[in-house]
């Protein structure tokens, strides 16, 4: 047995079932995999592999859950084309309260050998890749009596997700995607940003504590496992009487990140006759987004009083990405101006008009605390962000803009 500790050891899962797909050997003919989330950002990673597998004569047949919305509508997309008539990819629910498919084993099986994982590691990019994940690693031999028990448990189990007499699996195809995105079964990763339902995906709490109120009115597509264990029946003491938090206790909303059309007044140097002077490169960002969520631009805490000017409060050289590059921005606000700026060439020259500005902020550890993207027009991700963009400016302007990833500040 081997253990694969990442994001820190030799050698991730991500990079490990990479290696083991791509293998043109012929050592192993089937790969299965049974894993509670999936999202683009990791099944991208092993697309090619396993298109090569099952090229090469490979089957697949991989088992996901969609609980607590995990799972995005394009991973599953990714997943149907990669594997495409050689395999089969499966859905297991089960509707009943507080259970979720939560399963993480990857098997390789060959005429001789198998490699089983079993693990904490999902398909996302955060499970194969980046996050502090575990997996052990077993070797098989098809000789061992021993081994091929342990195989033979393993692919029963795998054949008991997958039957579809439970009630709880089906067969995944692009129609039965599109009734389970239509049910709010599964969401665009667009939807799940904003829901900031990444954040619950990552706690073990009930499908209906996630949205209750979507599970109530959609159409059921599956049925419930009636002998599935249960444990003791147990009642939690309530108390008596319920305080009201007060609102000082209450914690603070915290966000990931911010995005908004661009403007002409945004990315455009103002006077064109030879000999005036360019208008300030100024990224304008509405007062009102501003006060939505203060504490994403440290506003007002680490904001200084201009004192040549009453009113005005600076924030001066913020470290920003942009692109390969750490640029240095200024935040300026001052009550006789409608908006919020950020001063800098850098951000002016990188857009156009009507393209997407994002701004993330990272957590403490780099040497910048803002990552900056210019989401361009027609490209693939712009529809994504612009769903973020759910507020309007007052007057004529046709700037919109939105945060994303919302969720409860951490202690």
């Known amino acids: 047995m081997e253990l694969i500790v990442q994001p820190f050891g030799q050698q991730t899962l991500g990079e490990y079932l990479k290696d083991l ?26 697309q090619d592999e396993l298109r090569g597998f099952v090229a090469s004569g490979g089957s697949v047949r991989i088992v996901i859950g969609i609980d607590q919305h995990g799972t995005s509508q394009e991973a599953l997309l990714a997943l149907l084309d990669s594997v495409d008539d050689g395999g089969e990819i499966w859905i297991n629910h089960d509707e009943a309260q507080f259970v979720s498919f939560h399963p993480k084993v990857y098997i390789f099986e060959g005429k001789q050998s198998a490699i089983l994982i079993v693990g904490s590691g999902n398909l996302t990019q955060g499970g194969l890749f980046t996050n502090d994940e575990a997996s052990g690693v077993y070797f098989l031999n098809t000789a061992n009596p021993s081994d091929v028990e342990t195989l033979t448990d393993i692919k029963y189990t795998l054949d008991n997700w997958c039957n579809p007499k439970n009630e709880t699996a089906y067969l995944l195809s692009e129609p039965f995607l599109e009734g389970l995105v239509a049910e709010g079964y599964v969401l665009p990763e667009a939807a799940l940003w904003s829901e900031s339902a990444t954040e619950a995906a990552a706690s073990d709490v009930g499908t209906d504590e996630i949205c209750a109120e979507r599970k109530t009115r959609r159409k ?102 942009l692109g390969g590059d750490v640029i240095s921005v200024n935040m300026m606000t001052w009550p006789v101006k409608s908006d919020f700026r950020l001063r800098s060439e850098a951000l002016r020259s990188a857009g156009q008009v009507g393209d997407i500005f994002r701004i993330e902020r990272v957590k403490p550890g780099r040497d910048y605390e803002y990552y900056v993207e210019i989401i361009p027009q027609r490209t693939s991700d712009y529809e994504a962000y612009l769903a973020f963009c759910t507020n309007k400016t007052k007057g004529k302007s046709k700037r919109v803009w939105g945060y994303y990833g919302v969720a409860k500040a951490e202690d």
Do not use: C
Not at 22 to 39: C, E, I, L, R
Not at 231 to 236: D, E, F, K, L, V
Not at 299 to 308: A, K, N
């Open 21 to 46: 797909l791509g293998d043109n050997s012929g050592v192993y003919h089937t790969f299965q995999a049974a894993v509670a989330f999936a999202k683009i950002s990791g099944v991208q990673h092993i």
């Open 220 to 321: 059921k597509l599956f049925g419930r496992l009636t002998e599935r264990k249960r444990p003791p029946r147990r009642i939690a003491k309530r108390p008596s009487k319920i305080s009201v938090v007060p609102k000082d206790d209450v914690p603070a909303l915290t966000v990931q990140g911010f995005v908004m059309t661009l403007m002409q007044t945004d990315v455009g140097t103002g006077q064109k006759t030879p000999g005036t002077s360019r208008r300030s490169p100024e990224i304008f960002i509405p007062l009102t987004a501003r006060d939505m969520y203060p504490e994403f631009w440290y506003w007002p805490d680490l904001f200084v009083e201009d004192p040549g000017r009453a009113g005005k409060f600076d924030r001066h050289g913020v470290k920003m990405r």
